[in-house]
């Protein structure tokens, strides 16, 4: 239970910084941030949302109009409060191991545009790291134990290396990317590129660029 939480905290937190939301768009705006695959229900969003609130980082407010000035049924829209950015922005700025940890990189990921140019770059390459060494682990696996499996087997076993060979190599293009970005703000020569759309396309374009280089 504590993992999910771990999870959505700060994905509600981050929601809510771009803007007040009442529980239904959180849930589908968190439905986005966490993928299809971890499809978010309300028995978990609303005890998240009030642990939140005892904590003093968001607060409730009741609406009964649709933000156009027509009534409709009351809704309580959250907010984040001083000491919910605050919580934040510390949230944002660890890169220790479990900000690369599967359960946690996408959700981090996803709020990159509000984290700075340091912290994205721990992060990708301590996610890279990670991934570098099971794949090492499994391909050993992999070489000792082929002879042994059926054929079904062995190609469910090369279709989890190849995954892990493309987000290798996606992390690659990420990270060079930000490595170039910050060779190029120093010299002067220019604007420093927008942080909200450089983070918001470079989880496309550094990939599409390194399968480019690499053929």
């Not at 904590?55 to 809704?75: N, P």
């Not at 060779?183 to 220019?190: N, Y």
């Amino acid at each position: 239970m504590r993992g999910r939480s771990d999870v959505l905290e700060p994905a509600i937190l981050g929601l809510l910084h771009e803007s007040p939301m009442h529980g239904y768009e959180l849930r589908k705006r968190l439905n986005l941030v966490l993928g299809s695959f971890r499809a978010l229900s309300y028995g978990s969003l609303y005890p998240c949302l009030k642990s939140l609130v005892e904590r003093g980082w968001i607060v409730g407010t009741e609406s009964a109009t649709d933000g156009h000035g027509v009534s409709k049924r009351a809704r309580i829209v959250y907010q984040l409060t001083a000491d919910g950015k605050e919580h934040l922005q510390q949230v944002l700025s660890s890169a220790g191991p479990s900000a690369w940890e599967d359960e946690n990189f996408d959700v981090r990921f996803a709020f990159f545009a509000q984290t700075d140019a340091e912290t994205r770059l721990r992060i990708l390459e301590g996610r890279r790291t990670r991934l570098t060494e099971r794949l090492e682990t499994v391909r050993q696996s992999f070489a000792r134990t082929r002879e042994r499996m059926d054929e079904y087997t062995l190609e469910l076993q090369r279709h989890g290396l190849e995954q892990v060979e493309r987000e290798v190599r996606w992390l690659d293009g990420l990270i060079d990317n930000e490595r170039g970005r910050r060779r190029v703000r120093p010299t002067g020569t220019g604007r420093p590129a927008d942080a909200a759309s450089t983070a918001a396309g470079s989880s496309s374009s550094p990939a599409r660029t390194t399968e480019k280089e690499r053929g």
